[in-house]
């Protein structure tokens, strides 16, 4: 096997690093007090074509693969989680659009999702509908041209910022999660509105908040694929959201290793730098090994869903194990920066409560082991 990046793949890494370094890092610790979206970086990572990475050309993306999509979340991650998350929850909406829509949703909605600048949501979990998508109770009622949309959404990823959303509602309740179906939902539908912004331990520089539906028109040709496939078109389209939050778990814990390799080689106690003590030494080799070892997996996961290869067993695998990997990296390093690590004046605090998230989202480490051991043959 081949682990080499392509050249087209290592200048989307120097692109992203610079990017990062200079326009994501100054401000990573401003977002998160203040809790402000980072609207100038999000325009600028439009135009740079990070927010339609793997969108072909022909519908205004880059046209790039999926490990190439992998990298920028990874870069960014590394300085700001937050925006990270952005540009993975933006990846969710255009997904299933790219995948699962006719030519007349794709020529409408992918160019708005690109180049014209739209950032796009996610929203499929409910208060009652977390890991058991089947008790989903927003319901969608087809009548003349259009479905009518009761219920609400909580915990969606941009959700104050979008103004492109795929929804999932149940057409036919009776059916569990054979009835449900996916639907294109603009912000600017009758009877859509946003509700309560979550106030969250981290990722504070992105906005998650509850969608309502009272009423909601939608189009009828807004259905994306047929009524009842919904659920299959939020699994397939999940994968490739595990493999975000993987590269993002990795970018989290890349950056707090640097960030704690360079403090402990200018924090002097008993005579040398703590970077020279046995200990420290250890802890440094534990994580780059389980960074490394994050890395292949969220890696091999991204090129097989390039290939079009079933990667739910392994997207499964690269986000449990990368997202525990960050959470562990950062706990870790809080505790070289000892009391320092537990202020706001060093990024440490920050990048442990960003962590924590990716332990949950997407499918919690739990559900992950359920959908590894499920995908074993046992």
């Known amino acids: 096997m081949n682990f080499t990046l392509t050249r087209e793949q290592e200048l989307v890494r120097k692109m992203m690093r610079a990017f990062t370094e200079n326009e994501v890092k100054p401000i990573a610790a401003e977002l998160d007090r203040e809790c402000a979206y980072p609207k100038e970086n999000v325009e600028k990572l439009f135009k740079l074509g990070v927010m339609g990475m793997t969108v072909p050309q022909e519908y205004g993306g880059a ?11 990874e870069e960014l991650a590394r300085a700001c989680a937050s925006t990270s998350d952005i540009v993975a929850g933006h990846c969710l909406c255009y997904g299933p659009i790219l995948v699962h829509g006719t030519e007349e949703q794709k020529k ?76 294109i939902v603009e912000s600017s539908f009758p009877g859509f509105s946003v509700g309560k912004h979550e106030e969250k331990m981290g990722l504070h520089g992105v906005h998650t908040t509850e969608l309502v539906f009272t009423d909601c028109i939608v189009p009828k040709e807004n259905l994306l694929g047929r009524e009842g496939k919904g659920f299959g078109i939020a699994m397939q389209t999940l994968d490739g ?27 002097v106690q008993f005579g040398k730098p703590i970077s020279k003590f046995q200990n420290t030494q250890f802890t440094f080799a534990d994580m780059a090994m389980r960074i490394e070892a994050s890395r292949l997996l969220t890696y091999q996961a991204a090129v097989m869903k390039t290939q079009g290869i079933r990667c739910t067993k392994e997207a499964a695998m690269a986000k449990l194990f990368a997202s525990e990997t960050a959470m562990w990296v950062t706990t870790k390093a809080v505790q070289m920066f000892g009391g320092y690590g537990y202020t706001k004046d060093y990024p440490m605090e920050r990048m442990m409560r960003d962590a924590k998230i990716t332990e949950i989202y997407e499918g919690t480490s739990e559900v992950q082991r359920i959908v590894i051991s499920a995908n074993m043959g046992l």
């Open 63 to 73: 046209g790039a693969d999926d490990l190439s999509s992998a990298i920028c979340t």
């Open 108 to 183: 409408k909605y992918l160019p708005m999702l690109t180049k014209g600048g739209v950032l796009g949501g996610f929203a499929i979990t409910e208060p009652n509908a977390g890991s058991d998508a089947s008790k989903t109770q927003t319901v969608a009622v087809l009548e003349g041209d259009h479905y009518v949309l009761n219920g609400a959404k909580c915990f969606i990823t941009n959700g104050s910022e979008a103004g492109v959303f795929v929804v999932f509602a149940s057409t036919d309740p009776s059916k569990g999660t054979k009835g449900i179906s996916a639907f």
């Open 241 to 267: 959201g595990r493999i975000g939050i993987a590269a993002q778990s990795l970018g989290i814990a890349e950056g707090a290793m640097e960030e704690a390799i360079n403090y402990t080689k200018g924090r």
